[in-house]
Structures are given as C-alpha cells and as structure tokens.
C-alpha cells in the first residue's frame, strides 16, 4: 500500500491544485505533497521487508490478466528516490518565481510526478505503458503553454517523437503477452516469453527505440537540445533530472531481462552508438554560445555513458550506472538553477554576453563551481564514484570503450570550465546586473551540494540502495 | 430486438406529435423523452429479457453482443439529443419531422444489428439509409445541403445496387438468404458465392466509409447541417460497422487466406488517405469528416481477426467513437468559425469546455487513461491474437504509426484552444450551463472508461 501512495500523493494533490487559486498557497501545497510523497518513500526503504524488495498487486483488468502491481527493488528505489528528491528540490527552487495560471503549472508538474513514480514501480507491462505516457502528457501542456519563443512547433516536435515511440512499443507489449506462457501482463511472465530468435531480433528493436528516444541516445536525440532550450526551467529540471532516467531504468526493467540474449549480441553496437553519442554531444558542447544548449549537449553525453554501462553488464558497470543516475539528476538541477538565476534577472542566456558576474554574484558563484566540478566528476563529489565506476566496467569490457569514453571526460572538462570562466569571470559587461541569490534559491542549491559532497565522500548508502546487478536481473547475467 | 418496434412506433409518434405541437423546443422535448424510453426498453431487453417476445426464425435473432451494441448507440443517442437538440431545431421548421426520420433510423439499427438473413440486412441498410438521404438536405435553402444530399442519394443508390446484386449472386451460389447457410465451414465454394461476398464487402465498405470507397465522404459530411453530420459520422456509422461484422463472422473461413490480404489493403488504404488527408484540412469540420475515416480504419481490424477481442474492441470503439465525436460536433456547432483559428483562445473564454474537448481529443487520437487508447489497444491485440503478428506485422506498424499521424490534427485543435491567443475577443458561446455540464460528464466517461474498460465489456457476458 505504502507503494501505491508514491503515486496516489502527488496525483491526488495534483488534481487538487487545479482548484487552489491562490499563487503561494499552490506553491506551498506543491511543496508539502512532494515532500510527503519524499517521507513516503524514505519511509519505506526503512521497512525490514524493504530489502528484498517490497511489491504491491491489485486485480485491474480481469479479462486481460493485467494487475495494478508496483515492485519496488533496487533501481526502482533509486529512481524513486531522485524523483521525490529532485522535486522537493524543485518546488523549492521555483517557489519565488512566478507564473501565469500557478495552479495549473503546479498542478501538472504534479501529475508528471505522478506518472514518473508510476514508469520506475510498475512490473505490469501494460500498467507501465500507461505511465509511461502519462508523465509525457503533463510536460506537453508544460512546455506548450509555459515555455519560451517557439514553444508550440518545438514541443509538438517532441511529443511526436516520443510518441511514435511509445506506440512501436505498444506493438512490443501486445505481441509480448501473447508470447507469455499464462497470458499475463506480468513482469516475471514478460521475462519468460517463450520467443524464437527472429521474434527476439524484431521485437527488441521496437522496444529499444521507445527507451533510446526517451533517453535519448545518439541519432535519437534531436529533440531534446530544443526542448531543453524552450521549456520552462521548472520542467527542464524535470525532463532533464528526472524524465531522461525514464528510458535507462526502462532498458534496466523491460530490455535487458525481457530480452537477455538479444541483449548480449547487441550490446556491442549499441555502446558504439552510445559512445559516438557521447563524444558528438561533447564536442557539439564545446562549440555551444548558449548556456542552456551546452547543458542540453552535456547531459546527451552523460546519458551516453549512463547507457553505454547498462549494456555492458557487469556489476561494476551496473552499480556506477545506478549512482549515476540520482547524481547526474542532482547536480544537473543544480545547473538549471543557476542558468535560471542568471536568465530571470537578465534576459540574458548566450555566454559571449555575459561575463564577471562572480563580482556581483558571489554565493552564486561559488555554488556554481561546486555544482559545475560535480558535472565534470572531480574526485570529492558525486559523479565522481558513478563515473570511475561505469569506466572501470567499459574497461573490463574492452579496454577501447574506456578510452573512447575517457576522451568525453576531457571534453567534459573543457566545456564545463568555459562556461564559468566565461560567465562568473572574465570582463565585466557593466550593462548586466545580477543580484545575489534568494533564500529560496539558495535553499535549494545548499541541498544539492550537500548531497553532492555526501554522495561524494560517503557513497555507501547510495550503492547498497540500487543492490548489485545478479540480484536484480538474475536471469539478464551472463553465466 | 424489440428497438425495432419501439423506434418505429417512436417515429411515428414523433411525427404526428409534430402536428400538435406550435413551438420547436416542445418537439425537441418530446423526442428527448422518447429517447429515454427507448433506451429504458433496450436496458430492460437487455437485463430481464424482451418486453413483448417477438418470434422470427430464420429473419432476426437477438444477441447480447446486438443489445449492448444498440445500449451504446442509444445512449449516445440521447447524449446527441441532449447536448444538439438547440441545433435541430436551427435547422429548419419541420423539427418534429427531423425527429421521426431519427427515431426511423433507429428502428434500422435494431435490424442491422440482430439480422440473419439477407434481406433483413437489405432491409435494415435501407431503413437506416433514406432517412439519412433526407436529412443531409434538411437545409433546404442552403445549396451546399443540397448538393450534399443528391451526392449521397446518387452514390448511396450505386451501392445499395451493388448489395442487391451480391445477394442474389450469394443466393445463386447457396440457394438461401440466411446467413447461417454460408458461415457454416465446409459449405460449398462456388464463384457465385465468393463474388457476391465480394460484392456485398463493397457495398458494405462504402456504407462505413472505408478506402477507396470514401470519397463521399468528406463532402457529405461537410455539405450536411452540422447537427446530422454529428449523428451520421458517430451513431449510423458504427451500426453500419456492426451490420458489416455481422455478415462476415463467419465467411472468414469461405476465402481462408486470401480474405485476410482484402481486408488488409482496405485497412491500409483507408488509415493512410484518412489520416494523411486530415493532416491538411483547414476546417476542423472536414478535419473531422476524414478523421472518421481514419477511425474506420481501425475499426475495420474488427473483421480483419474476427475473434472475441474484435467484438470486445468493437464495443469499445463504439462508446470511445462516438461519446468522443458528439461531444466535439457539439461544441463545433455552436462556432461561428469551422477554421483552427476559430478555437484560438477558447480555453480562455470556455475553461471547462475546453478541458473536455481536449480529453475528447486525446481520446481519439488513442492516448492512454481515455477510451480511446483501450479501443485501439484491443483492435491491435485482436490481429496478435489472432495469429496475424507475424504476417501482417507491417500492418500493426502502419496503424500505429497513422495513429501517431493523427495526433498530429488532433492536438492542432489542442494548440489553438491553450497556446493561442484569439486576435480580436470573441463572443462567449451561446450555450446553457447545463450544456457545459453535459459534455463535461461525457468526457469524464471517457476517462471512466479509460481506467476500467471491463466496466462495459461485462456486459457482453452478464
């Protein structure tokens, strides 16, 4: 039951705020829902049956044997996890700025809640499509109403995309169950559907394409640095910490023990493709003059890799993968929050334009750097122990995938440095004027670097959350 | 099997009811009222049994599936009533008569859905259809109407021909109307017989507008009084689909293999010319026209698998199709603009139309947590059950990826309701608050049905 309430909290509360018309009083109540939904979750890893794995089921639909049932194991605790975290960090973060119709934005950002937690705790295939495409349906109405110049074209662009996707799976899942041998919906059935190697071969490929769209991995991507750029910065934080999580820990759940062999004969080209991705985001990166495009460009190369290590199964690789994905969600909040700082108070988002706002903006500043070294996973921070773990993985895999992938940390670096060189130093650009952060903003920045360093120095909690990849995927581990 | 009678005997009420009354809104009321006692029959047929027991042999055979289908298409009936009655009486001034030729259509209905023989689907398609003929020129002064109503009554006539040539051929072949004579497997196969099929599966297809036999369409449903395009694209359409599945249950097994590759290019041609000409409408009304189209595409994987999820689907189709349509014509009516642009601003002026509009939308275009999705769901999960996901795999991708398409004409209605704003203000909508709850409660069953899809289904089966 205690599952359920991770997605009946922020759905119920969303509903509800359509109705509240008062601006602060939405915020608030936005607030306190993901902060109970947050409760709720910390609540339950503490439960003793927590361990093994806590799972929920309900009859839904009796004719077609699919059941409202939620699994809540290792990478799902992760996943949930982020989502509670990232939009209390959120709601705080945004709490100060102000929107046309608050009660709608508040209320759809909720919703999206509601569908996420639904994507990463459903174990029924059908119940997971549903979700699936609930948490798109909000961030259409998001981006399409709140977002910036040329939102509509650009939106639409991205929900077509993610939408032909969903619906090539939607063949995926039907022509699943009726492989399964008890014609279910289920997640154990799904993993022991009996399929030829041509059916394998077919049906693999129409679920990929629905994950790496999401994610997105590389000749898929083209939607996202244009979403990014228009969206609202409340939903780029969602779309870019939270929702891009939905395609990998999809590969973790419905690819690779759905589909093991097919899994393994593909992983090479599929790192290949990611890798490609990694180092062609990077250097697209380097290239950018808008800061949210590079951060758009970075997290296609952080997500690259997140993928590339999925694939390599190993339990290094897995574990790195896992810790990746609540810190690459973390610190890139973090940067979205600055960038939104930066842009609310002076319309400015090109770097060539601005310049020493560190004289100006100290705290902003500082927190900047800190948040910038953990996107670049300097020793001491999060992504740190991701990354020197997802590279360990790729170079027991073949020492070249390590390599290639290196490059992008260098690259990582180049980009990342220059973008705060360029913004917080340099020459001043007097016509610019920055205040110093708000306590709101500054509220949640200080989270975010305090997780940073936590997860940075102490990561052993995070690592024993997401549990080790043979008691995951059982079935998905090479003998 | 008793909506025969009853929409007959309703019909001719109306009629001389029309006699009676001096003012419009009295008909309208009264047809309303009918309505209600029609669909209060058919409840009562469908949980206890017939009203009266009516014997017809080898003519009509009452099934649940028949039933819960006229449930479906009454009560979307009485929504159509309700939320369009203001717009019949717009129309012109022989109401009551606009009403009878309605209640007529329904007695049609009852027999394309529990026929058995031959003739009584002639006899249904024909009561269902020259109502119809009538009611496109209802708007006698307008020459579009008019045009409309020749154009359909000349095409319509072809294709009744072509009907009556293929039964006489199925009779040639078989030496009986009844249906039973050639579902049964094993059943002789002569050319007689399969041409007839044939040419029936034309006619048919013509009736439910599937490709290439649509090109009607569009200017039929564009020409006709908005009002009884609502009723043609929803109601008579999804009849007609049913008279349709009817027919073929069981002479699947008559043309084996090669029936399944008809029916699949039908299919195929009539999702891509539905779907790729909508995308270029500029008025949502002919957007509509080819939407339906589109949607018959789908419906028609019914008769591609013909098994048990077909029929399930079929029911959900039904609902999704036409709560979703009438609630869309009925705000439609009320615009003074056809065109996107007459919807810029409109969740500014109408809030909580405009919600229901955009849930009626997404249900169509097949979005989950509405009907719609569960319908396509099932049309799709029909062909894999029925062994076709190999084959016929391409054309699960097709259907998927025009359902993609079509959410592309869809959310332009979306995008001009919530992301653009009208260039000069225009006028609230001249409708009642009543009105507003009413589609609103319609798109609240969409999302009802949306979650729990079975909630309708068990009626097939308790």
Known sequence: MILSSFILIPLIAGLLAFFIKQDQLVKGWSLLAALATLAAVLYSFTMPAAAEGLSYSRIWLGSLNSHFSLLLDGPAKVTTLLTAVSFVIIFIAIFKNSYADASQYFGLML??????????????????????????????????????????????????????????????????YSKTPDQSFSWASFKQAALTAKEQAFFFWFFFVAFAIKMPVFPFHTWQPDTY????????????????????????????????????????????????????????????????????????????????????????????????????????????????IIERQTGISKMSELGGLAQQAPRLAIMLVVVALANIALPLTNAFIGEFLMFSGLYQQNVWYAVAAGIAIILAAVYTLGMIQKVFFGQRNEAVQVADLQTAQWLALAIIIVLVLAAGVYPKPMLELGGTLVKTMPLAVAP | MNLIIFGGIMGVVMMFGGLLMKQKHQATLLATVLMLLLLAGNTWEMLHGPVFNIQAPHMLATTRFGLLINEILLAAGLLYL?????????????????????????????????????????????????????????????????????????MGSFSTGIMLMGIALIYGGTGSFLLEKFSLQGAPISYNLVGGLLLILVAMAFKVSAAPFHFWTPDVYDGAPTVFTSFMATIVKVAGFIAFIRLFEGAS??????????????????????????????????????????????????????????????????????????????????????????????????PMLAVALAVMLLSLAGIPLTVGFFSKYYMVASAVAAGFGGKFLWLLILAMLCAAVSVYYYFRVIQAMYFKEAEQAQPVLPVSAGFRYLVAGAALVVVLLGILPQWLLQFLYF
């Open chain 1, 111 to 176: 919703l999206s809640m509601a569908g996420l937690m639904g994507v990463f705790l459903a174990s029924d295939a059908l119940l997971f499509y549903f979700f699936w495409e609930l948490a798109l349906i909000p961030v259409y109405f998001l981006c399409s109403k709140w977002g910036g110049e040329r939102r509509v074209p650009v939106t639409f662009k991205f929900f077509i995309y993610t939408f032909v996707g969903s619906v090539i799976m939607l063949i995926g899942i039907i022509y699943l």
């Open chain 1, 229 to 340: 750029e228009t969206a609202p910065v409340g939903t780029t934080m969602v779309l870019s910490g939270v929702m891009v999580k939905m395609g990998l820990f999809a590969v973790l759940r419905w690819l690779l023990p759905v589909f093991p062999q097919m899994s393994d004969k593909m992983s090479g080209y599929i790192i290949v493709l990611a890798i490609i991705g990694i180092l062609y985001a990077s250097l697209i990166a380097i290239r950018q003059d808008n800061i949210k495009r590079l951060i758009a460009y970075s997290s296609i190369a952080h997500i690259g890799l997140m993928a590339a290590s999925l694939f390599v199964k190993n339990d290094m690789a897995y574990q790195g993968a896992l810790i990746q994905f609540f810190n690459h969600g973390i610190n890139i909040i973090g940067l979205w929050i600055v960038v939104d």
């Open chain 2, 82 to 154: 309700l939320v369009s009655g203001k717009d019949i009486e717009q129309v012109g001034n022989y109401v009551a008569e606009y009403y009878a030729l309605i209640f007529f259509i329904f007695a049609g209905i009852g027999v394309s859905t529990a026929y058995t023989n031959l003739l009584m689907l002639f006899l249904g398609i024909e009561i269902i259809s020259i109502p119809l003929y009538i009611l496109t020129g209802a708007d006698k002064r307008n020459l579009k109407s008019i045009e409309a109503a020749l154009k359909y009554f000349l």
């Open chain 2, 253 to 350: 097994g008559i043309i084996a293999g090669k029936w399944q590759w008809v029916i699949a290019i039908i299919i195929s041609l009539t999702l891509l010319i539905g779907n790729i000409t909508a995308v270029f409408q500029q008025s949502v009304k002919r957007m509509l026209a080819y939407s339906s189209i589109a949607q018959a595409g789908f419906m028609m994987f019914a008769l591609f698998s013909m098994n048990n999820w077909g029929r399930e689907g079929i029911v959900l189709y039904a609902a999704a199709y036409c709560l979703a349509t009438i609630g869309i014509f009925a705000v439609l009516t009320k615009m003074e603009d056809y065109t996107y642009q007459g919807f810029n601003g409109f969740a500014r002026r109408e």
